[in-house]
């Protein structure tokens, strides 16, 4: 990050438009702020840049700012209102001519366009506005020519008439684009579904998300873009086959069947006495921790393999398979606290559609509600390279 000489130099210049000066720490005043400078709409190529706690005409406002200001601005990369995820850094906080000055700093994204909210911001010159059709065109195009990630890149040899189009229509795109934008609308299908990266325009072809979230036979595309659950009677995977299922087809559907089975299908109840002669409900495993955990599996795992994600359910576990060990900056020493994304498209829309809550949270928030059910903590494989693997116990007292 900078150094105080250099956050007096982008205090005073007040001509760059890679600066922007607020004393507002609304998430509706840096939610947006974020958007535009992550879409580098001029295409700097370089991180632009907010100062919190400075005006306008770049004076010091006089603030003081907490650590729960700190908190909140840092909540604007990970609470999921700005998609995709921003890489953004926040600095400590500056004492500067009387009053705390924090700077955050956000590099262009990859994967534009960006948008808070579902709407896309930019900034042209000092001007900060929402994105055009021809501009949102133009960010689309942009994103071609950028490192992709599998689920980014074309399937080639599809065309439109292999995605379910009303479901995109009627399932998706409400929620990932704002109303006001969707009735101003003038684009086709085609265009609609690559502002939100599920279509390549210069291949002429759905891309790999678009036909993992609305394919109508994505295993044509995908041999192992499924889910395979087992239950056994014991321990072992020599004990008895009780329950067999899999989970293929559209996540646009699937994501909610699977949602259900684990409601419905994997989680038990029933009444214990206490030693107050009271009833308490035990329950085997934490509905939320265990969907969690499996919606991690599906948004994180490799799709360039054969190979299907695998439940296994034994009589004291569960344990969770995909391919695809840790990703990016992730690694054993780290997780779970740092993040890396090898889908970002499906991340997104795992967010939009209400599967993930937060980014980078997920994780550790499944643990402690394992604990907190009386499970014990789950167990990561995390040294597996080509695999990732957890192992989940069953609540200590299911079993007496």
């Known amino acids: 990050m900078k150094t105080i000489e250099e956050i007096r130099e982008l205090m005073s210049d007040l001509e760059s438009d ?23 709409f001029a295409n700097h190529k370089q991180p632009g840049y907010i100062l919190l706690g400075v005006e306008d005409e770049g004076k010091v406002k006089g603030m003081s700012i907490t650590d729960q200001l700190l908190l909140q601005i840092g909540d604007v990369k990970s609470n999921g209102n700005v998609l995709p995820q921003p890489s953004m850094l926040v600095s400590e906080v500056f004492k500067i001519d009387g009053g705390d000055v924090v700077l955050v700093e956000v590099s262009p994204s990859l994967y534009p366009p960006v948008r808070y909210d579902g709407r896309c911001h930019i900034r042209i010159g000092p001007r900060k506005s929402l994105a055009n059709l021809d501009e949102e065109r133009i960010l689309s195009e942009r994103r071609a020519s950028y490192a992709k990630t599998y689920d980014l890149s074309p399937a080639r040899g599809r065309t439109i008439d292999d995605l379910s189009i009303d479901h995109f229509k009627l399932s998706y795109l409400p929620l990932a684009i704002d109303r006001d934008t969707l009735e101003a609308n003038g684009r086709s299908i085609e265009e609609q579904m690559s502002a939100l990266r599920f279509y390549d325009l210069k291949e002429g072809c759905p891309t790999y998300a678009g036909i993992l979230l609305f394919g109508i036979n994505p295993l044509f595309d995908l041999p192992g873009a499924y889910m395979q659950y087992i239950k056994f009677s014991g321990t072992e995977m020599t004990s008895n086959v009780e329950q067999d299922k899999e989970f293929s087809g559209a996540l646009i559907t699937e994501l909610k069947n699977i949602d259900d089975f684990v409601k419905y299908s994997i989680i038990k109840k029933r009444p214990v006495k206490t030693n107050s002669f009271q009833e308490q409900l035990l329950i085997n495993y934490p509905y939320w921790a265990l969907r969690e955990l499996l919606m991690n599996a599906i948004m994180h795992r490799s799709y360039e393999t054969n190979s299907p994600i695998y439940i296994y359910e034994f009589s004291d576990r569960i344990e969770i398979h995909n391919s695809g060990g840790l990703f990016g900056d992730v690694n054993p020493e780290n997780f779970p606290n740092a993040s890396g994304y090898r889908n970002v498209v499906l991340a997104e829309a795992l967010k939009q559609l209400g599967y993930v809550n937060k980014f980078n949270y997920g994780v550790k928030k499944a643990i402690d509600e394992l604990l907190r059910n009386g499970n014990e903590l789950p167990i990561f494989e995390l040294t597996l390279i080509t695999k990732f693997k957890v192992s989940i116990p069953i609540n200590k007292q299911w079993q007496q």
């Open 18 to 40: 890679r600066i922007e000066r607020t004393v507002s720490f609304r998430m509706d005043k840096l939610g947006p702020a974020v958007c535009a400078f992550s879409n580098d």
